[in-house]
Every structure is written in C-alpha cells, then in structure tokens.
C-alpha cells in the first residue's frame, strides 16, 4: 500500500490565483481530512469528510473548498490565493477498524506571494 | 486557552538522557494520540490511547483520565529521536474522529 498521497510536494503561486492540492488513500479508509500547519502553531483542521459524498467544514474552512466524489480521493480546493493560505498542507485518513489512528500524507508546502 | 496544552515547548538533552513531554487537555476525551514530526516534515502516529499506559521499543505513553494528563517518556535517548512531538485529542462527541492538536514539543538529542 502506498498509504495518503499527496501531490505537489510544493507550490508557489501569486495572489489570486487558484490551484487543487490533490490526496489519495489506498487504505480504504471512509475518514479522510485536511490540516494546515503554521509554524510555531499546531495542526488545525480546515475540512474533513466521513465518506464519499460526505463533507463537512473544521476549524478553519474559509477560503477552502473540498470534494469526496470517491473513497479513495480528497481533493482541497484554494480560490483566490492570500499571503494568508501560506502553510503546509497534510492530508489524513483513518478508519474505525483501525481504531481511528490517523495516517497521514507526507504534506504540500505552499507559499503564495 | 487551548484545549490541548503541551509542555516543554522546547527540550534539548545529551544522548542517554530519560526524557519527558507533558500534555493536559481541558475538555472530555475518547482517545488521545500522540505523534512524531520528522524534521523532513512527515507525521507519524506513536501511540494511541484512553486509559493506562503503552510500550513500543523506547517509548512509552500514559494517561490519567482523571487527571486529564499524559506523558510521552522516552528511554535512552538518542540523536534521531530529535523530532517534534504532538499530543492530539480525539474529543467526546464530535463526529467524524476529529483531532484536537497542540502546538507540539521541539526535542533535540545532541550526541
């Protein structure tokens, strides 16, 4: 198993442009959701999904959009880029056959100027 | 106030040392994980945990429900035990087995 991809590794781009950071899990997994970390701050969750079809909205959502159309695939949507979305983005998934343990992707480092 | 408090932020300790990061939460839990942050940046999952206490190799984590307080110890540290380390909060009910973070521990093993 390959685990949660993500891609890209990283990303600059200018303010306002729009860009999808893609994830993918392998683990059949139904939980699946999107942090930014900020330095010196803590993982803070910005959308997760229960299933496919399912979405709902974390800690920190605005400026973010999300789909789960699949099991398998989370995509995280960035409209309109701010100085302010400068972060690095980890993509997790879990399940309750795995006891919740969370598995996550090794993260997208995205600078927006 | 954050619901997940860790202590130290930072720790530096020479290699052999016994080390311990200290985590307290506020709120009503039904797990609580810890993890590890590589310097390259991936995060991995050490233990997870509701009540007691749990061994893997050198590492070793316990809770205090009542408390609400856990402890990441590690024995013998070395040098590639350097890594940040995050106490996580799976909170009573909310769904979806959302994690509530801290802000994570710097540790440095200098040889």
């Known amino acids: 198993n390959a685990g949660v991809t993500q891609t890209p590794k990283f990303r600059i781009l200018k303010i306002g442009q729009s860009m999808t950071l893609q994830c993918t899990q392998d683990?059949?997994?139904?939980?699946m959701y999107w942090y930014r970390q900020d330095p010196g701050m803590g993982l803070k969750l910005i959308y997760y999904?229960?299933?496919?079809?399912?979405?709902d909205k974390g800690e920190v959502p605005n400026g973010y959009n999300v789909s789960r159309s699949t099991t398998e695939d989370f995509p995280l949507r960035l409209e309109l880029a701010a100085p302010s979305q400068t972060s690095v983005y980890f993509c997790a998934s879990t399940s309750r056959d795995r006891g919740n343990e969370q598995f996550f992707g090794p993260g997208t480092r995205l600078t927006v100027l | 106030k954050n619901e997940v408090e860790q202590s130290p932020q930072n720790l530096t300790a020479q290699e052999g040392e016994f080390i311990t990061i200290n985590c307290s939460y506020s709120?009503?839990?039904?797990?609580l994980h810890w993890l590890q942050q590589h310097p390259g940046g991936g995060i991995v999952s050490l233990f997870m945990l509701s009540s007691g206490k749990k061994k893997h190799g050198r590492l070793i984590a316990t809770i205090n429900i009542q408390e609400k307080h856990s402890s990441l110890h590690i024995t013998a540290s070395h040098p590639r035990d350097s890594a940040v380390y995050i106490c996580?909060?799976?909170?009573?009910?909310?769904?979806?087995?959302?994690?509530?973070f801290g802000e994570g521990t710097q540790l440095t093993v200098n040889p």
């Open positions: 996580a909060v799976s909170l009573k009910e909310t769904s979806g087995s959302r994690l509530t």
């Open positions: 999904s229960v299933g496919a079809g399912i979405t």
């Open positions: 709120v009503g839990i039904s797990a």
């Open positions: 683990m059949n997994h139904n939980y």
